[in-house]
């Protein structure tokens, strides 16, 4: 993804002992969860970051010149319980997650920070011990595109798209319908050939009276 840094990270970037930190934003339903590996707590954009015990590691993040859709592990330990009580209750698949580098002045503050990655949240496999951890997935949005979309010709589907359509009420009694067209009826009801037996797309004009 294309990135950019402000004239002060720019030139933070380019000092003799360059200073960061990671910060991680998980948007849960509850509310957003804001994390940084900083040995404390910081402001980015109006945002406070909560330093945590231990980001643990955060897999290296990989880029290709292809659409194939990356993801990333990170490993949270010596968190809160709050984070913990999220993971156990809430549905969490599919928010969004994101992972930044801050670079920091002499103050310990930050002056920038770059997206190293968007996605959304997969998995959360917790461990309970001493201290809680918790290994999180972020899967790249591309990977929707790898999903197959399941969409059914169906009266039922029709009415999840569009309440109240009634083009595909009659698919399943058409799909089922026996038609002899051009055929003598081996019942006898349509001796002269052509047409359809009895009931048939009749009984389906009624039913839909």
């Not at 940084?36 to 980001?55: I, R």
């Not at 048939?200 to 009276?209: M, T, V």
């Amino acid at each position: 993804m294309p990135r950019s840094l402000g004239t002060e990270g720019l030139n933070e970037s380019l000092a003799s002992s360059l200073k960061a930190a990671l910060l991680v934003w998980l948007d849960f339903a509850s509310g957003a969860v804001r994390l940084t590996n900083a040995s404390s707590s910081m402001t980015w954009q109006g945002e406070h970051y909560v330093a945590v015990g231990s980001l643990g590691s955060i897999e290296a993040i990989a880029e290709t010149s292809d659409l194939s859709a990356s993801g990333v592990r990170m490993t949270l330990s010596g968190i809160d319980a709050s984070l913990v009580a999220i993971a156990l209750i809430e549905s969490y698949q599919g928010r969004r997650g994101q992972v930044r580098l801050a670079l920091l002045n002499d103050a310990m503050q930050v002056v920038d920070a770059l997206v190293l990655f968007d996605g959304k949240i997969d998995t959360m496999q917790i461990t309970m011990g001493d201290t809680a951890q918790i290994v999180l997935t972020l899967e790249h949005r591309l990977i929707d595109a790898q999903r197959a979309r399941t969409r059914r010709f169906t009266h039922e589907e029709q009415q999840l798209r569009d309440p109240g359509d009634r083009g595909l009420e009659y698919v399943v009694a058409v799909q089922n319908l026996d038609l002899r067209w051009g055929q003598a009826d081996p019942q006898g009801s349509n001796s002269e050939g052509g047409g359809n037996p009895s009931g048939g797309l009749s009984d389906i004009q009624e039913s839909g009276a």
